[in-house]
């Protein structure tokens, strides 16, 4: 059963597009939701989080909307670069651990110049 | 060096041979973490550890062993495993305070191929 579900499996958007990644979950105890970033041959890193307490967090040109009555929370980037071509990874977790997360599988971001 | 490293960063074994990775934190943290990254797959919680004491092992083949001799070193030892254990192995860590834990560093992982 997986808790986390993300869509899609990959994206391309061009250059300056908002791509939206979106992800469901199913346990109403997850209270803490953030979104890893992943290039090739790094390690994921964490790039945005937010908590069920408010319904959108910006920070720079990324963007998380939560809904908490539809269980579901989306990632957006505005003005997209190629640099942000990456893996992205929801994730959530319950009872302020923040390390033990549960992900999604990830979406493979390429925005083309 | 700052941050998790890993070593070594590729592996290829045999299904009988023992090998062993190794992660090193330079943050400071107490707790680290084993996690499994297969293609299309979530990233799957292996062990954590707080304080050098094992508080998390999700149902993982007793053919991964972790070890943990203080809070900046973890270990996971190889041994009989299978094919379907190739995959990308990642260390992370971070700062347990008890409560509201705080962000996970991810390591750049550990690439395991098994023939």
């Keep these: ?113 | 060096e700052t941050g998790v490293t890993q070593t070594p960063r590729h592996l290829v074994m045999g299904m009988t041979n023992k090998k062993s990775l190794k992660c090193e934190q330079h943050l400071g943290h107490n707790a680290m973490y084993w996690y499994k990254q297969s293609a299309k797959k979530p990233l799957e919680l292996m062990f954590v550890y707080n304080f050098k004491e094992q508080t998390e092992n999700n149902s993982v083949p007793s053919r991964f062993s972790p070890e943990c001799p203080n809070s900046s070193h973890l270990f996971l030892h190889l041994h009989t495993l299978q094919p379907e254990d190739s995959a990308l192995y990642l260390c992370a860590s971070s700062q347990d305070n008890g409560g509201d834990t705080g962000e996970l560093f991810f390591g750049e992982g550990s690439r395991l191929t098994v023939l």
Excluded at chain 1, 21 to 39: H, K, V
Excluded at chain 1, 64 to 83: C, E, T, V, Y
């Design chain 1, 1 to 113: 059963q997986q808790q986390v579900k993300q869509s899609p499996q990959s994206l391309i958007v061009q250059k300056g597009g908002i791509p939206i990644i979106n992800c469901a979950y199913e346990n109403t105890a997850f209270d803490y939701f953030p979104w890893y970033q992943q290039f090739p041959g790094k390690g994921p890193a964490l790039l945005i989080a937010i908590r069920p307490d408010v319904s959108e967090k910006k920070e720079g040109r990324f963007t998380i909307s939560f809904n908490k009555s539809a269980k579901q929370f989306s990632l957006h980037i505005m003005d997209s670069q190629p640099g942000d071509s990456a893996t992205y990874f929801c994730a959530a977790s319950k009872g302020g651990a923040t390390n033990k997360l549960i992900f999604g599988t990830g979406t493979l971001l390429a925005v083309q110049p």
